[in-house]
Nanobody, 130 residues
């Protein structure tokens, strides 16, 4: 599985960005797609995920109500719409896939830790600053 994240950039506080994660395969090879972020000096944290079988979505408390994850099956792409961005959202954002069906996301328990996901994209920088 190959993943390609894109869509990052510089945005003012309160602004919006949409990230994309294009997967080389979908459906049978991927059970869930997760979005993670890592700010300088901090641990990589999960922010959202979506399951492949039924499209269930999950969010961390820090982004709930502001971020929306969605998918376009025909395009093998998952999106992360980020609204009302804050300076603390500044980070490198990664998408990752669960190809084993073992993630917390796939069993409907939330985003889960990074170890739940076995394939990772290269990351895209999001900077929220005035």
């Amino acid at each position: 599985v190959q993943l390609q994240a894109s869509g990052g950039g510089l945005v003012q506080p309160g602004g919006s960005l949409r990230l994309s994660c294009a997967a080389s395969t979908f459906r049978s090879d991927i059970y869930a797609i997760g979005w993670f972020r890592q700010a300088p000096g901090k641990e990589r944290e999960g922010v959202s995920c979506i399951t492949s079988n039924d499209g269930s979505t999950y969010y961390s408390d820090s982004v709930k109500g502001r971020f929306t994850v969605s998918r376009d099956i025909a395009k093998n792409t998952v999106y992360l719409q980020m609204n009302s961005l804050k300076p603390e959202d500044t980070a490198v954002y990664y998408c990752a896939s669960d190809s084993r069906g073992l993630s917390q996301c796939f069993i409907h328990r939330g985003v889960g830790p990074r170890d739940d996901y076995d394939y990772w994209g290269q990351g895209t920088q999001v900077t929220v600053s005035s």
